[in-house]
């Protein structure tokens, strides 16, 4: 049994069945924002900011929306950081408290934290 009949399978029951071919696109469309998340965090790591944010800020939505909260903690942790390295320090403090209300225990609100400290500091 595939993974799209599996599912269907559950949903049937609630009466709210998807087509297979609906499961298969939301996981395709997941993967392919798994894919760009990563490719945006190798723009981070070579230096790329402004590509990146560019990157990063429609990917958070998308990742909310598909209940990928971990996905959109950490994406907004991407951008927020980029921000920063932008000069954009108020934009960069505001994405951080953002995250931090939104996904108060995740890795990345935790990373939020210590960028916010930093910041502060700066300030």
């Not at 909260?69 to 980029?82: G, I, K, R, V």
């Amino acid at each position: 049994m595939t993974v799209a009949a599996a599912v269907a399978g559950m949903l049937t029951g609630c009466g709210m069945a998807p087509s297979p071919m609906a499961v298969t696109h939301d996981y395709a469309a997941r993967q392919a924002d798994a894919v760009a998340l990563q490719r945006a965090v190798e723009l981070v790591t070579e230096l790329h900011y402004a590509e990146a944010a560019a990157a990063l800020g429609p990917l958070i939505d998308r990742f909310e929306t598909a209940g990928a909260a971990d996905s959109a903690a950490q994406t907004t942790f991407w951008l927020a950081y980029c921000k920063e390295k932008l000069g954009q320090t108020a934009a960069a403090a505001a994405l951080y408290r953002t995250l931090q209300a939104r996904y108060p225990d995740t890795p990345a609100a935790r990373q939020a934290a210590v960028r916010l400290a930093q910041l502060s500091a700066v300030l």
